[in-house]
């Protein structure tokens, strides 16, 4: 009768050990997922403007924004930079060029474009500028100027909303699309200049 009794209270401080751990193992994955929230929550409509112009639907955008900041969430304990918003768009980044290649009918841009070299007098370490486009889009903020953003190829449309809406500097854009600076610089000069033609021509001002 003494062994088994003496076998059952032995295990005693096993299972609070066990209970022990699993609570500061609960209590440390709260804290982790506060930060998180903390930390990536405010860029959250960013990151949803983004996915809406590469995705084309809204659907397809909240889709692509859920995976984005559950890959971002999966790998938060190694984040160390860069800053929280370029980060999570280039998980997002990621996350619409994996699906575009799922489909296999979506457009993967780059190869389709030669860039050329950057044309501005600007040297590459200043940061852009406010720009007409910019205006243009924040004055405009209609369905007809979504809708030309929407149709610009996607390497273009890419750069512009990093730049003219979610407000990246250049270097934040190449590190986000993953090139060298004076190609951002060299998209955004013809993103600007397309987006300008099709707003003229939409208002019927073209010469």
């Keep these: 009768m003494l062994a088994p ?6 295990t005693a401080p096993r299972t609070a050990e066990r209970d022990a751990m699993a ?10 997922a506060r930060r998180f929230r903390e ?7 960013d990151v949803f403007t983004l996915a809406r112009y590469l995705m084309r639907n809204v659907a397809d955008a909240e889709d692509a924004v859920q995976e984005c900041y559950l890959r971002a969430l999966r790998h938060f304990d190694s984040y160390r930079g860069p800053a929280m918003k370029p980060w999570l768009l280039a998980i997002l980044r990621n996350v619409c060029n994996a699906e575009f290649a799922r489909r296999s009918k979506q457009e993967v841009p780059v190869d389709d474009f030669k860039d050329e070299p950057a044309t501005q007098d600007d040297p590459i ?3 852009p500028q406010p720009s007409p486009e910019a205006a243009l ?34 270097n934040e854009i190449a590190q986000v699309a993953g090139v060298p600076v004076g190609t951002v610089m060299s998209r955004l000069a013809r993103a ?10 939409a208002e019927g001002s073209a010469p």
């Design 5 to 10: 009794l003496q076998q059952q209270t032995s």
């Design 125 to 127: 370490w200043q940061q």
């Design 192 to 201: 600007r200049s397309m987006l300008r033609l099709a707003w003229n021509v």
């Design 39 to 45: 930390a990536a929550l405010p860029h959250i409509d």
């Design 23 to 32: 609570m500061a193992g609960d209590a440390n994955e709260q804290y982790r």
């Design 137 to 170: 889009l924040s004055q405009h903020d209609s369905e007809a100027i979504r809708r030309l953003v929407a149709d610009l190829p996607h390497p273009f449309r890419e750069v512009i909303v990093l730049r003219e809406i979610n407000d990246l500097s250049y």
